[in-house]
């Protein structure tokens, strides 16, 4: 089947700069990619899967490691159509789909990739495509091999006959009252449902702003807007995101982060992510504490990491009426607090530098957070400028390394 003319009638994603390399905004791994004739293909085919035959957005994924669902299977899948089991309240593949860039062919090599994928997966269909020709092939019980079908199937008939696409609808997030977040065996609970929010040696002022703030995140009808500094331009809120980052350390902070597309001062487009943990005490035995830190990650196409870990306990105040302030020394490991210190003096426009450190902000924590609050979204913009600068002071310090 000859697919060209549908598939470059689909525009392509947005297109932004990161590392002098042009990237496409992918909209079903939300992330930035790296534009090559294979992503090309790849962006237009889960588009055509998506529009044409019908498959719900959440039932797409790209560039699936194989080794995902089956342990010790080496390779990617560029795309997988899943099904919903109503029964066991889970999603399984049906499709694998093979994309290839526009000048190689679909020979039987093609093939035999797409169909050992879907064999180890226990997928039923496979596609193959090079973004001119679409061939599409279904497994046959009785003959254990996959036939060419004369066309490509909507999503529906490659579901069983029975089947009932389900309305997977997002849940409505509750936001906690004030009453609640001041309830220390609330918060406690709260605290035990999922990965940390607050350390179980913070206080419990830092225990409610943590959970009003990690609420604030999750809070997706409270968008960040959009807004341009001297340092970054803030151009998205992009909503949640389930990530997970490391450090240096060899720790991680992996849960629901709130992501944002931003373009920094040298016109290179970044995502920047926070969210807000609870941190182990008996982690590598170090006896640390166990403490509230607030991530703010950013990500690059092979080294996204914490750029900043603030340690909430440590140096945010509690002021009279119940003003939280948030200052930070400028410590990087392995690094002087004074290159961080310059950074800020020289170009930062949201933050200054006063004789006590960095002042990232002050929010008033007897009350609600919302993003699009103006103290609250003042707030997460200095976070955003403070985790680009320290990402200026690390590359400074490669440049330099490396001449």
């Known amino acids: 089947m000859i697919v060209e003319k549908e598939l470059k009638a689909i525009p392509e994603p947005d297109i932004y700069k990161r590392e002098g390399k042009n990237c496409y905004y992918d909209t079903y791994r939300k992330k930035l990619i790296e534009i090559t004739p294979e992503e090309t293909v790849r962006q237009r085919v889960a588009t055509y899967f998506e529009n044409e035959c019908g498959v719900p957005k959440e039932m797409i994924s790209l560039e699936v490691p194989m080794s995902y669902y089956v342990k010790g299977v080496a390779g990617r899948a560029d795309i997988i159509i899943h099904a919903y089991d109503v029964e066991n309240d889970c999603i399984f593949p049906v499709t694998v789909i093979e994309c290839k860039k526009e000048d190689i062919l679909l020979t039987d090599r093609v093939v035999e990739q797409a169909t050992r994928y879907c064999d180890a997966l226990g997928g039923k269909y496979i596609v193959i495509t090079n973004g001119h020709e679409m061939k599409m092939y279904a497994y046959q019980d009785d003959s254990n091999s996959y036939v060419l079908l004369d066309a490509i199937l909507p999503y529906q008939k490659m579901l069983s006959d029975d089947y009932v696409i389900p309305d997977l609808k997002t849940e409505k997030l509750i936001r906690l009252s004030m009453e609640e977040l001041k309830a220390q065996d609330v918060l406690m609970d709260y605290n035990e449902q999922g990965p940390w929010i607050f350390g179980s040696d913070s206080s419990s002022?830092?225990?409610?702003?943590?959970?009003?703030?990690?609420?604030?995140?999750?809070?997706?009808?409270?968008?960040?807007?959009?807004?341009?500094?001297?340092?970054?331009?803030?151009?998205?809120?992009?909503?949640?995101?389930?990530?997970?980052?490391?450090?240096?350390?060899?720790?991680?902070?992996?849960?629901?982060?709130?992501?944002?597309?931003?373009?920094?001062?040298?016109?290179?487009?970044?995502?920047?992510?926070?969210?807000?943990?609870?941190?182990?005490?008996?982690?590598?035995?170090?006896?640390?504490?166990?403490?509230?830190?607030?991530?703010?990650?950013?990500?690059?196409?092979?080294?996204?990491?914490?750029?900043?870990?603030?340690?909430?306990?440590?140096?945010?105040?509690?002021?009279?009426?119940?003003?939280?302030?948030?200052?930070h020394n400028g410590q990087i490991g392995g690094f002087k607090s004074a290159d961080v210190i310059s950074k800020i003096e020289r170009y930062g426009d949201c933050l200054k530098v006063s004789d006590v450190g960095i002042e990232l902000g002050k929010l008033h924590i007897d009350k609600l957070l919302y993003l699009d609050d103006k103290e609250v979204s003042e707030f997460a913009y200095k976070l955003i400028e403070y985790a680009l600068l320290r990402e200026e002071v690390r590359r400074d310090r490669k440049k330099r390394d490396f001449h």
């Open 205 to 327: 002022d830092i225990r409610s702003f943590a959970v009003n703030f990690y609420q604030a995140l999750l809070d997706i009808d409270h968008r960040l807007p959009a807004k341009k500094f001297k340092t970054f331009e803030l151009l998205e809120d992009f909503g949640q995101r389930f990530l997970d980052y490391g450090n240096a350390g060899g720790g991680h902070y992996c849960g629901c982060y709130r992501s944002f597309l931003v373009n920094d001062r040298f016109g290179e487009t970044q995502i920047v992510s926070m969210c807000i943990f609870g941190t182990d005490s008996n982690f590598r035995d170090e006896n640390r504490g166990s403490y509230t830190s607030l991530v703010v990650s950013i990500d690059r196409f092979k080294t996204s990491h914490n750029s900043l870990q603030y340690n909430v306990d440590r140096y945010a105040k509690i002021h009279p009426g119940n003003l939280m302030n948030f200052k």
